[in-house]
């Protein structure tokens, strides 16, 4: 019997440029057998290896460094806000209508509903919204649903309104903003869409991310915001013998309250593909932007008004505990400082009833966490609880006369502590939770160096692993050298057009400096020229997700 032929080797050298490696800080070449890589090293050692069986590609003095890992995404809400209505320029209610009213094609949405993202009243210099009868009019009578640029209110005309049976629900009033219930109602009478046009959004999505240098994504999904269809097509493209294998890896959560590990077992069983855990949009609070963040002081522009809880103390107690018995992952929605509060009361509860050392072994993880005091953080790190964070909130939202400042007066001081958390040894990743921020890795580092609270600023090469290896780790990834480029490690990389590369520090009293040989750290790019590294390639386990066409073997 004749063997049949070997399947020929995929193996590719790239070099002349820039390697991340721990294995060598001055690398410039790595060679990708497959879906691994088989080598990093220097140009000379590249020369006396390459052969013709391989292909080699010329960086031509490009970075080339571990992909990036959203730790926070929805990925329908993200194609959704990419192929809809822009509203983050408007700056009044009349600009905000003339929109709606020119909005026409892909805007308008499936089954004719006008679709937007982005809109926020602080920027404009008179705050007052339209009415939903404004908004019926400028839609010609068509449903509408515009979300805030935080995704935790929106505003509707009276059409849509009408269709979702949004009277007498909460969050529901005069005006045309709807929070709290009504806003769920809202938004999922208003993605209410077929099967094929979910997924198109969530393609749309996959590829804005492999453009911009992610190789993994970790999908938020929720009742509140989708349905299980919505996780289920999600979860498919991850399906190697369909294009999942060309898109970024999706990490799927599934955010539902479980009562007990038999109703944790129900609702997994029930979701028909699997989760990573019970947790991310598990809502325990709200946003600062539309006032529902659950805050322990008034907020500073509406007296009496300091935002809404949305689950118990006890029963996020009796989530976190089933999940800690089944070692699974839970964890919440939390923005507040009263709301931590009852995050942190609720695992107090867990680990009376089941145990710390099981709390802790579960590796949960709260999602946002804006406002921590030093006494939540070190109850987070007692319990090793990973904060998934946004860097570019603070960027946006965190100076001196910005939404924080608005909102909190000066409690906005201190605000995303991540240098205490780093001090402190809570494990930290970061996202954009896109659509709230665009899909901009290296904005969001960037934000990380120039933190708005001098003493929360970390060094790039801490953020950037933030973003890479410890977002594989948060999802508790099967393979533990994820987000590495060593000999073993997943060949799942993006290649980086930069102009200068140099070590960081977040200290501006220190001059950053280019690698000097007894420091061996990997250089990253500069980033206080304000002009983010573009995308030449990304590739997840050594096959070719996005190219812009610069690089050619």
């Known amino acids: 019997m004749t063997a049949s032929p070997a399947a020929p080797r995929n193996v590719t050298l790239y070099r002349n440029g820039s390697v991340y490696t721990a294995a060598d800080p001055f690398a410039t070449a790595m060679l990708v057998d497959g ?27 490009a970075l080339l460094a571990p992909g990036f890992v959203d730790s926070h995404v929805h990925l329908t809400e993200t194609g959704i806000a990419l192929d809809s209505l822009q509203l983050a320029g408007v700056r009044s209610a009349a600009e905000l209508l003339d929109a709606v009213a020119a909005s026409s094609g892909p805007a308008s949405g499936a089954g004719g509903t006008v679709l937007g993202h982005g809109w926020d009243e602080t920027a404009w210099a008179d705050p007052t919204l339209p009415t939903r009868d404004e908004i019926d009019r400028a839609a010609g009578g068509r449903p509408v649903y515009l979300s805030r640029v935080d995704a935790h209110s929106a505003l509707v005309s009276g059409s849509l309104a009408a269709k979702a049976g ?16 009504a806003h769920t109602a809202a938004r999922l009478a208003a993605r209410r869409l ?27 999904a929720a009742p509140h915001i989708g349905s299980v269809e919505d996780l289920q097509l999600a979860a498919a493209w991850n399906d190697t013998g369909t294009d ?31 989760v990573l855990g019970l947790a991310g949009d598990l809502t325990l609070d709200g946003s600062i932007g539309s006032r529902t963040a659950s805050l322990r002081a008034d907020y500073t522009d509406a007296p009496g008004e300091r935002g809404s809880l949305y689950i118990s103390v006890a029963d996020a107690a009796a989530h ?5 018995l089944l070692g699974i992952q839970a964890g919440f929605h939390v923005i507040g400082d009263a709301g931590l509060d009852a995050a942190l009361d609720a695992l107090d509860l867990a680990a009376a009833e089941v145990g ?25 790190a007692r319990y090793s609880v990973t904060v998934s964070a946004q860097p570019v909130f603070d960027a946006l939202w965190g100076g001196g006369s910005s939404l924080y400042q608005q909102r909190l007066g000066d409690r906005r001081q201190g605000m995303n502590p991540f240098a205490s958390f780093y001090a402190a040894g809570v494990p930290i990743c970061f996202g954009s939770d896109s659509p709230v921020t665009p899909l901009r890795p290296w904005s969001s580092v960037r934000a990380c160096l120039e933190h708005t609270s001098p003493a929360e600023q970390i060094s790039a090469r801490a953020a950037f692993l933030g973003h890479t290896r410890a977002g594989w780790r948060a999802a508790r990834y099967r393979n533990p050298i994820a987000g590495q480029l060593v000999p073993g490690a997943p060949a799942t990389f993006a290649v980086w057009e930069v102009e200068e590369l140099m070590v960081q520090v977040a200290d501006g009293r220190v001059q950053s400096w280019s ?26 386990d050594g096959r070719e997700l996005y190219t812009n066409g610069a690089l050619g073997a």
């Open 35 to 61: 879906d691994t890589v088989a080598w990093v090293g220097s140009e000379q050692a590249a020369t006396s290896i390459a052969d013709a069986s391989m292909t080699v590609i010329d960086l031509q003095g």
């Open 166 to 181: 949004l009277k007498g629900l909460d969050g529901y009033g005069t005006g045309s903003q709807v929070k709290r219930s």
């Open 356 to 380: 710390e050392q099981r709390v802790r072994a579960a590796g949960h993880r709260f999602e946002h966490v804006e406002l921590a005091d030093p006494d939540a953080i070190s109850r987070l």
């Open 194 to 220: 077929p099967a094929d046009i979910l997924r198109g959004y969530q393609q749309r999505a996959l590829a804005e991310a492999a453009a911009n240098g992610y190789v993994a994504l970790a999908e938020m």
């Open 244 to 274: 999942g294998a060309k898109v970024p890896e999706v990490l799927p959560y599934w955010g539902e309250l479980a009562t007990s590990t038999e109703h944790a077992r129900s609702l997994l069983d029930g979701l028909g593909v699997p």
């Open 320 to 324: 976190l505990a089933a999940c800690s």
């Open 515 to 540: 690698t000097d040989p007894r420091a061996r750290t990997p250089l990253l790019p500069a980033l206080d020229t304000g002009t983010d590294p573009v995308c030449l390639q990304t590739v997840r």
